[in-house]
């Protein structure tokens, strides 16, 4: 009977570390996947920053006029240059 008793209070002290390893195992795991969300979000607020400020340089009224005055030969429009349409009623 005592031995009996020994082997279920054997297997139940296995069981119990052994479920202790299982949760020490996945709480280091989460730990880990935990880490590496983190340093992820940290990476991309730092591509958001520095999107923002490419927006914000590219954005400049100043960048575009030069860019669409050298790279696409715009030129601002002048009142000799305008022209008008009329509009036709149609009956």
């Known amino acids: 009977m005592i031995t009996r008793v020994n082997v279920i209070l054997a297997v139940a002290l296995i069981t ?4 202790l390893i299982n949760s020490q195992y996945q709480a280091r795991r989460l730990f880990i996947e935990l880490e590496r969300e983190q340093s992820l979000s940290k990476q991309y607020e ?4 520095q999107l923002k400020l490419d927006q914000s340089t590219f954005g400049k ?3 575009i006029e030069e860019t669409a005055s050298k790279e696409l030969n715009m030129v601002p ?10 509009a036709v009623e149609l009956k």
């Open 61 to 63: 009224h100043s960048r």
């Open 46 to 49: 730092l591509q958001w920053t």
């Open 77 to 86: 429009v002048t009142p000799a240059r305008t022209q008008y349409l009329k």
């Open 16 to 19: 119990c570390a052994l479920s």
